[in-house]
């Protein structure tokens, strides 16, 4: 009989501890930690991340330059030469994304707004991936989307795109002067195609 009874109190008390462990594991469950709390890879140097300002900056560059010459009114290139210029613009265009990387990486996307600002232009609101599709559509279309392509690139380049890529370029100046000690980092623009100077006027 004792036994029993024993038996029948260690049953209860391992249903009482496991209906009141359940909540407490599915609540620490739905609340994932911060990201800062586990980081996957070293953080990137200053020079890291100043070369990636660089490195963004020459393939904004390479990107607007083939906006100009695609529609130059002096002699556009044409047939495979469009295509394999637009094809080369748009591994610039890519390439782009390995240089955000870094910084979205660091501790300046968790320590400025704008970083967060810039990334909702660029990537929730898709428009760098409107310039992405415009350059892929001249590198297999050419003559026959050219025009209408870049004029729409050089839109969502000019309003959005650009302006967003520079508040990236000045988060990480910043950044880069109130912790190093290397001098002075200046901040960094985009370069802008010879379209953006007529849609500011």
Do not use: H
């Amino acid at each position: 009989m004792k036994t029993a009874i024993v038996s029948t109190l260690t049953a209860l008390f391992l249903l009482s501890s496991i209906s009141t462990a359940s909540p407490l594991l599915s609540k620490r469950q739905s609340t994932p930690p911060p990201p800062q709390a586990t980081p996957t890879e070293p953080q990137p140097t200053a020079d890291d991340l100043n070369n990636a300002v660089l490195k963004w900056q020459a393939d904004t560059g390479l990107v607007s330059n083939f906006l100009n010459v695609a529609v130059d009114p002096n002699g556009p290139p044409t047939g495979q030469d469009l295509l394999n210029d637009a094809s080369s613009a748009f591994g610039s265009e890519t390439d782009e994304l390995n240089w955000k990387a870094v910084i979205d990486g660091s501790d300046v996307a968790f320590e400025d707004t704008r970083i967060a600002q810039a990334n909702e232009i660029l990537v929730t609101q898709g428009t760098f991936n409107m310039v992405v599709q415009g350059l892929q559509d001249i590198s297999v279309s050419g003559d026959i989307v050219r025009q209408q392509d870049v004029d729409n690139i050089n839109d969502v380049r000019c309003n959005q795109v650009l302006p967003a890529i520079d508040m990236y370029f000045a988060a990480v100046a910043d950044f880069l002067n109130s912790v190093s000690d290397e001098g002075t980092f200046e901040t960094q623009t985009a370069v802008r195609p010879f379209a953006c100077q007529s849609n500011s006027k």
